[in-house]
């Protein structure tokens, strides 16, 4: 309910060759904010990286393949879609990392010569398998990232990008949004404007803003296409004297409050609260930063709350690099520009400030005067200046069903039961920053 996913669904035919989207073992690489979701519901652009991959397949028979642990959730929630199950005689493998193009099917077309593997670098791509080798495949549910290893297959080099890491998806938000909504606009029927907009509204190169049905512009509202596409979606509310400079994307049902200033490369998931000053970020559905502060080059995962006067920083002083600390390695971004990565339901107190390439995982608290740790494991209570502690699970899944159902949404009982493993998950994340549990 609250992850982007493929609009494509699924019939019982046998198609001829059937997609089947994969995580491969650098899936990892992306969390935190990859504990709720395989990593191609991740945002990068106007749309998810698997929403990309399907549209290029357009009426092809999909399947999704992902870790065990996410499966129950998705088997309920999108029971239209075939989870780690392959039907069809021949399979085309697509990396659900890969950056599908407006020219990626003819990159790896869905039909062609079996038994071969599309190579990005040294990166798989995809790969299109049937007999002996999908029959191999198809006895090892959980795993495809070996598809590589078989003898005598026909290797093919093509030039396809694959994202390695969250700042990777900030990095590409301008391109993809650009592609993206040319994309969108070969859907758009009838008038571009079909929302309302009041009288002092300013909209700069109309021709590349789209406003869905049931959204309002209010006086002094300025939207700014020069160097970007706008798209809005339905239900949207633009208080007054807000900007929006493209290319951006807000969500169905969002609302962009008063004086608020969204600069290019940002979006904004569905019924997201946004206020301050927000660029090159995304936030994923039901997210909120309502008040003042600043956030950039940032990923905020569903349900996250930003406290009033939430700042990050995205630039250090010296202009160097930015490392980042993941849960098991320290890397490199090779980027001057990074924010922060918060995951799912996780908050920040009134006035809290980020450094550079700070991580917070899935439901942590965080709060004091200063800069916290730059690695914040999942379920932490604490601050700069604070001892953290383990965040006690039977409260934190309480206030977490309790945010939900202010917006009208109910946790599952298999999001209960995926809660509580990502809380066993990171235990030893917690042990070894010594928090008490």
């Not at 949004?177 to 994309?183: G, I, L, N």
């Not at 020069?226 to 493209?246: D, F, L, R, S």
């Not at 609302?255 to 019924?271: D, E, F, M, P």
């Not at 159902?405 to 809660?419: A, H, N, Y």
Request: a neutral charge.
């Amino acid at each position: 309910m609250h992850s982007v996913f493929l609009s494509t669904t699924l019939t019982g035919d046998r198609m001829p060759t059937q997609i089947c989207i994969f995580e491969d073992d650098c899936a990892m690489q992306f969390l935190p904010l990859v504990y709720f979701r395989p990593v191609y519901n991740l945002i990068c652009g106007m749309s998810s990286l698997g929403e990309k991959i399907a549209a290029a397949y357009p009426g092809a028979s999909i399947s999704l393949h992902m870790r065990p642990s996410l499966e129950p959730l998705f088997k309920t929630r999108y029971s239209n879609f075939r989870i780690n199950e392959l039907i069809a005689d021949s399979v085309l493998f697509i990396n659900g990392r890969a950056l599908a193009g407006l020219d990626f099917a003819s990159k790896i077309p869905l039909e062609g010569p079996a038994e071969t593997v599309y190579y990005s670098g040294k990166a798989i791509v995809g790969a299109r398998l049937s007999g002996t080798l999908l029959e191999q495949l198809k006895q090892k549910p959980a795993g495809i990232a070996s598809i590589g290893e078989f003898d005598g297959v026909r290797r093919v080099q093509v030039d396809v990008p694959l994202v390695a890491y969250p700042w990777d998806l900030i990095n590409r938000l301008d391109e993809q949004m650009k592609s993206d909504f040319e994309r969108k606009r070969s859907f758009i029927k009838g008038k571009q404007i079909k929302g309302n907009v009041s009288p002092g509204v300013h909209l700069l190169n109309k021709k590349n803003i789209f406003i869905d049905e049931g959204s309002l512009l209010q006086p002094g509202v300025v939207i700014d296409a020069e160097n970007g596409p706008v798209y809005i979606g339905k239900q949207v509310t633009v208080m007054p004297h807000a900007t929006i400079v493209g290319p951006a994307y807000i969500g169905d049902g969002s609302i962009i409050k008063i004086g608020a200033q969204v600069y290019g490369s940002t979006y904004l998931g569905r019924v997201c609260k946004v206020g301050g000053e927000i660029a090159e970020s995304v936030m994923h559905a039901y997210a909120n930063k309502q008040h003042e502060g600043f956030l950039g080059h940032s990923y905020l995962a569903p349900w996250v709350n930003l406290g009033a006067g939430t700042t990050n920083s995205d630039l250090k002083n010296n202009y160097s690099t930015v490392r980042v600390q993941l849960a098991h390695e320290t890397v490199d971004s090779e980027s001057v520009f990074v924010g922060m990565m918060i995951g799912d339901h996780s908050k920040s107190a009134i006035n809290t400030v980020f450094n550079a390439g700070t991580v917070v995982g899935v439901s942590s608290n965080v709060f004091g005067s200063g800069f916290p740790p730059k690695f914040i494991p999942s379920f932490s209570w604490g601050g700069a200046g604070e001892a953290f502690a383990t965040y006690n699970y039977d409260r934190a899944l309480d206030v977490a069903v309790r945010v939900m159902q202010r917006r009208g949404v109910t946790m599952l009982e298999e999001e209960r039961v995926l809660f509580h493993t990502i809380f066993e998950m990171t235990t030893d994340d917690r042990k070894r920053m010594r928090m008490p549990q």
